[in-house]
């Protein structure tokens, strides 16, 4: 007989493709029939695209984010009512009627065999590594952005960088990401410092669980603020460095020929404004994340 799949390995797939999640598994024909059917291709296509160039706009580390997390409970090998009992019966963080509330919901439950203890006490371990990678990796980022902090400063304060409207501005977005990283790596580690507790993993458990997260929003795109906003950060800063280096000349110190017309100028002041609103908007998504998480 062919081994069903586990709880976990299931969604596996999950951020594959932001639009495999809940196609069904047989044809049938959902529109009538006289009904052309281009427009609603048109509309796929196009749906997809969206997604894909989303997905890549965050250099698809959703997905690693997700791996890492499903990679926790499929090797622990527990169901999500198991995975709660335990941690309830562990009363790891719990207050009186939280433990009051899993006594009830154990009633009616089977009761938990011996032999899972080892796997829980796995899942645990498991989970407070990962918590702990997950907090040195956002230090990491934080010095990184600290010290790409110091170097776009500086490379602004050079008379013909700052006059250079490609390097001035490169260096300028890249000086807004990076301190969007910042915040996020700092806020991260603050929060995540209190999800050590096996009952944390439960919510995290659930999510794994859940296919009806937004593509647009979800936890996986939340661990990877800090490392997308980073990453873009170094990628355009490096971009900065390439235009000072082939459209200055050291000999000429005098101000850059090419000028920016009054429209380019605009339009570029709206695009950094419009970066630093997506950083706001990423940090208002985050801060009501946290508050079920």
Known sequence: MRKPPGYWSRFANFFKSPFERGRPTSFHHPYPRGVTEEPITLSFIVTVIVGQAYFHLLLRLPSLYFSRVSRIFDEA???????????????????????????????????????????????????????????????????????????????????TAASDPVTRYAALFSLICSLISLLFGCMYIIRFGTMRKTYAAVEWAKAVLDSSQSVIWN????LCMPA?????SIILFIVAIMSFVWRTNPANDSASTFILSSTGLLVVRIAISAVLALGVMNTILITNTFRIY
């Not at 080892?118 to 990184?144: C, G, H, M």
């Not at 936890?219 to 939340?222: I, R, Y």
Request: glycine share 2%.
């Open 219 to 222: 936890v996986w795109v939340l």
């Open 228 to 232: 997308v906003w980073l990453t873009w």
């Open 77 to 159: 090998n527990l169901n999500i009512l198991e995975i709660t009992e335990m941690a309830f019966e562990t009363s790891e963080g719990c207050s009186p009627e939280e433990k009051a509330q899993a006594a009830m919901n154990m009633q009616v439950s089977e009761p938990v065999a011996p032999k899972i203890r080892p796997q829980y006490e796995k899942l645990k371990s498991s989970w407070e590594a990962f918590i702990d990678s997950l907090i040195r990796e956002w230090e990491t980022f934080n010095i990184v952005s600290v010290m790409l902090l110091t170097a776009i400063l500086t490379i602004l304060q050079i008379t």
